[in-house]
């Protein structure tokens, strides 16, 4: 049963999905000025909203008490800072909103994750190794 496995493990995706997280993360993600890589951001959610079919949400980068979170009636994603984890987690609750499914949590964190680790296993794992994602401990990448 899927739901015993570690968040990580729960999901697979269609090639063209990692592909997407792929070039984005080769296109800047990770380094480049804020600005640059919040727009690399931008892009990956145009791609990601249209490959589901979903409205684009507006992404923001301001610190709040929240910390990163979805606010469905504005479609609005704010993060604290560009991160491909806490992003795909609040594209998952936008995916909720969109299909008028009740907001939880298991749905968004295997999907952030999932993602992020079907993309790409060698910098999920060395995340998860310096103790940067929540939500992995137990298990491993490659069970």
Not at 43 to 52: D, I, P
Not at 90 to 106: A, D, V
């Amino acid at each position: 049963d899927g739901m015993n496995k570690p968040y990580w493990l729960r999901m697979s995706f269609p090639d063209a999905v990692t592909s997407i997280v792929r070039s984005s993360l080769k296109a800047g993600l990770w380094r480049g000025t804020a600005a640059e890589r919040l727009v690399v951001l931008k892009g990956l959610n145009e791609r990601l909203s249209a490959f589901y079919g979903v409205p684009a949400c507006s992404v923001t980068i301001r610190q709040t008490p929240l910390g990163p979170h979805y606010i469905p009636g504005d479609g609005r994603i704010v993060l604290d800072k560009v991160s491909i984890t806490s992003y795909l987690h609040e594209l998952g609750h936008h995916l909720l909103h969109c299909r008028s499914k009740p907001q939880q949590e298991t749905f968004p964190r295997a999907f952030s994750l999932s993602l992020f680790f079907r993309s790409a296993p060698r910098a999920f794992e060395a995340a998860r190794a310096s103790g940067r994602l929540l939500f992995t401990e137990g298990g491993t990448p490659h069970a």
